[in-house]
């Protein structure tokens, strides 16, 4: 299943590492004479020897340029790289780079003997043929048929074990002169493909944007992630960790007791989270990315943070385990000498990883690394299955195959942790006998959030205000209310003027604003999902009332739009309905008016609303359907005006997010059959079956909530 | 001067018995596959091809260090002409 099984392509890597070996040699011999033809000492002796000078320089013309020798063969120093990329621009080769691209041939010729399959699909041959021919059209039109026949899935996964030399050769051969570096150091094995083969962009270039001194914040898994931890500490325990803990941006750290009853710590490092390329975690694609080709980075460093943070004494002894990026992260972080020296890393464990050309500090660290031939991550550093280096010979390497070829399905933990546990059990008994020492129960874990640099506090700035303590029947409370994440829907509704006469009757408020000889009355129904007093739903209905000291003014509209702490107009609360038993009985306290403790269904999404108070045998009210088309806009602050015992109130709820207003919404308000207050409300407004003239939804908002204050309006 | 055109020619002398020498190399990695029968249907004309620019590139570098000895025993023959 694993290592070199089969003698013929043991023979094949072997000539094809002397083939590359003696490309190096040709390279040689055209970089010194180069340096020859082009070195200063040599030209400024022509007014000496006028004719041998100029002899001896036709001659290294002829030998650097002469297609049947070296052929075209300029390379280092400034006019020789210029003259060779030149060259390569013109199509010219050198008898160096075509002796390499015989050197990966016999690498592909060295895999196809362990994967038949490269031999048998008549189309990746076209391919490969193509490539190693310098046809770059047929190369384009052999990919495209890949494709077509088989999707990009299936032909990544076809290329999987010869990935590294195919693009290689590619490089090596085609006219772009920014990818011959990397693939020059591809074939020979030299070091990192500094550029990506195909375009030449620059790996360095792309990887410094991902900035960041990193952070760790220690954060609470849930109980079911908690639940699938190993509480014993053993290779496919780890791997099962890093299964459990995700590409979600976090990583773990365990304490193990050992055998000899010492205290060791492992640390688990998981591959890159999935969405934005470049996002406020050290595992994104940028992460993942610098994490290979970098010797530190933000996912380094948050990971060193993180056991700065977990608080182990000097010299405790750690063993590093990683996943993909993660892989290629604990590597940097045991290749940092300062963080070697404060702690003992003994073993490295890294699967999936891009690691070849990394290098530990302490030379007595242990490291293992397991690939499959098919999963692609491994092989960005340019060295896959056919790769004849042998640049690690004091490392475990597990490259292995097996029947899942399809990518990514097999770089995923789920399919290592398989393959480990069924199909190569000697490999994991071999990495397993050097884990011993960690083999033991779990004595402690510490979950932790990775960041690129250190994230602000939550809310920050605009949760980030002074609270004070408040007493009410159900204790003491802090205000104002901070909720970090929330959502809501304002409907509004345009009604007969007389029934918002009715119900302002007696408030000394109003008269209701009014919309082409209708009142407006708003329906508006929130998610506080969390908050500083918990998660709760709630639902409003107002009537939107003018400037209560200037009830005339004409300047209500632009009004109704100020900011919470200039606005003077507002919505009368006409009742409330809130599903929580908590803040249900703080509501009169801090804010007046009616309110009902009722369950509440909440959802909302771009497009839709399904908004429902009451339970289903007992509903007050539905507001339910698609929003239609929608407007972005800041999402604005609310008034409320309630009355309490005769005084009137003023509250306001500031927020923050970014709203939608749908000027055409096509939700609709049906009211329950029942005799709730707060139906018989609305059905003397005549909402029953209406539909509201316009629509505010937010999905994401913050929002500060004081209590309200007394204000004389008479 | 002339020592570092000298210098030169003793590299490029030794670059081209490398040369002559990857030759052979090539020719006995062929053989070698070619005995054990696992050698591509490609490599024999590849390998051909690549083996005879060795040898010319040998003569080539070969030429090149014989002219710039020449030169460099020129160079040293001659004093640099004075600047007018």
């Known amino acids: 299943m694993s290592e070199e099984t089969d003698p013929a392509a043991g023979l094949l890597r072997d000539a094809a590492r002397e083939v590359a070996d003696i490309g190096v040699v040709i390279q040689e011999a055209a970089r010194h004479a180069t340096a020859a033809l082009t070195d200063r000492a040599v030209l400024g002796s022509v007014s000496r020897a006028p004719s041998a000078g100029c002899r001896a320089g036709r001659t290294l013309v002829r030998a650097l340029t002469g297609g049947q020798g070296l052929g075209h063969a300029l390379v280092g120093g400034r006019l020789g790289t210029l003259a060779g990329k030149l060259g390569a621009m013109a199509g010219a080769e050198s008898l160096a780079v075509r002796v390499m691209a015989v050197s990966l041939r016999l690498r592909i010729a060295a895999v196809t003997r362990t994967h038949p399959e490269l031999a048998d699909d008549p189309l990746l041959v076209r391919l490969i043929e193509a490539a190693a021919a310098d046809r770059d059209l047929e190369a384009i039109r052999a990919l495209r048929a890949l494709l077509k026949d088989r999707g990009a899935v299936r032909t990544l996964s076809g290329l999987a074990p010869v990935f590294g030399e195919v693009l290689a050769l590619r490089a090596l051969l085609d006219e772009n002169p920014l990818n011959d570096t990397a693939a020059w150091l591809i074939a020979t094995g030299q070091g990192y493909a500094s550029a990506d083969p195909i375009l030449g962009l620059s790996n360095r270039a792309v990887a410094v944007l991902d900035t960041g001194e990193g952070a760790a914040r220690r954060i609470e898994l849930t109980a079911a992630e908690s639940a699938r931890l190993s509480a014993e500490g053993t290779l496919l325990g780890f791997l099962r960790n890093i299964d459990a803990i995700g590409t979600t941006g976090r990583m773990l750290i365990q304490s193990v007791q050992g055998p000899d009853g010492t205290t060791r710590h492992v640390v688990h490092a998981p591959g890159m989270r999935t969405g934005r390329p470049d996002n406020d975690s050290p595992q994104d694609l940028l992460g993942a990315f610098s994490s290979a080709v970098l010797d530190s980075n933000p996912y380094s460093r948050a990971l060193a943070k993180a056991v700065a943070d977990y608080g182990l004494p000097h010299g405790a002894e750690l063993a590093l385990i990683g996943h993909s990026a993660g892989g290629a992260a604990i590597m940097n972080l045991a290749q940092d000498a300062e963080f070697c020296a404060r702690y003992s890393v003994t073993h490295v464990v890294a699967v999936g990883s891009p690691v070849d050309f990394k290098k530990p500090a302490d030379p007595h660290t242990w490291i293992a690394s397991v690939t499959n031939q098919h999963d692609i991550i491994p092989t960005l550093d340019g060295q896959g299955a056919g790769g004849c280096f042998d640049l690690h010979p004091d490392w475990y390497t597990v490259d292995y195959r097996d029947s899942t070829h399809l990518f990514p399905l097999c770089h995923s933990i789920e399919r290592y942790l398989a393959n480990l546990a069924d199909d190569l059990p000697e490999e994991r008994a071999v990495i397993d006998g050097r884990l011993a020492p960690y083999h033991g129960p779990v004595v402690r874990a510490q979950a932790y959030r990775l960041y690129d640099r250190v994230p602000y506090p939550e809310g920050f700035p605009f949760l980030t205000v002074p609270t004070h303590p408040v007493d009410t029947p159900r204790g003491t409370v802090e205000l104002p209310i901070r909720c970090q994440d929330g959502s809501a829907l304002t409907a509004y509704f345009a009604v007969e003027p007389d029934a918002a006469r009715r119900l302002l009757r007696g408030t000394g408020l109003g008269p209701a604003v009014q919309m082409r000889d209708r009142a407006v009355v708003v329906v508006r129904a929130c998610w506080n999902r969390r908050t500083s007093l918990g998660g709760y739903r709630e639902l409003h209905l107002g009537v939107v009332v003018p400037d209560p000291w200037r009830p005339g003014s004409l300047r209500v509209w632009p009004d109704l739009l100020r900011d919470a702490d200039r606005r003077c107009s507002g919505d009368v609360l006409a009742g409330s309905v809130v599903d929580s038993a908590g803040v249900h009985d703080l509501t009169r306290t801090l804010w007046g008016g009616e309110s009902y403790l009722a369950p509440m269904e909440f959802e909302l999404t771009a497009g839709t609303a399904h908004i429902a108070v009451g339970g289903l045998r007992d509903r007050v009210l539905t507001l339910d359907g698609p929003l239609g088309l929608g407007f972005p806009a800041r999402d604005r602050d609310l008034v409320t005006y309630t009355s309490r015992n005769g005084t009137t109130l003023r509250s306001c709820v500031r927020t923050e997010g970014r709203c939608r207003i749908h000027p055409m919404p096509r939700v609709r308000l049906d009211v329950g059959q029942n005799t709730h207050p707060f139906a018989r409300r609305l059905r003397e407004l005549g909402l029953d079956g209406e539909r509201p003239a316009l629509c505010v939804s937010v999905t994401s908002r913050r929002s500060l909530r004081d209590a309200a204050v007394p204000v004389q309006t008479t | ?84």
């Open chain 2, 1 to 84: 001067m002339s020592e570092a055109i000298a210098g030169h020619a003793e590299i490029l002398r030794a670059d081209a018995r490398a040369l002559a020498e990857c030759a052979e190399r090539l020719d006995a990695i062929e053989a070698r596959l070619q005995e054990s029968g696992v050698a591509p249907p490609w490599l024999r004309d590849a390998v051909r091809s690549h083996r005879a620019a060795c040898v010319r590139a040998a003569d080539d570098l070969t030429d090149a260090a014989a002219d710039l000895d020449r030169y460099a025993r020129g160079a040293r023959r001659r004093p640099a002409p004075e600047p007018r």
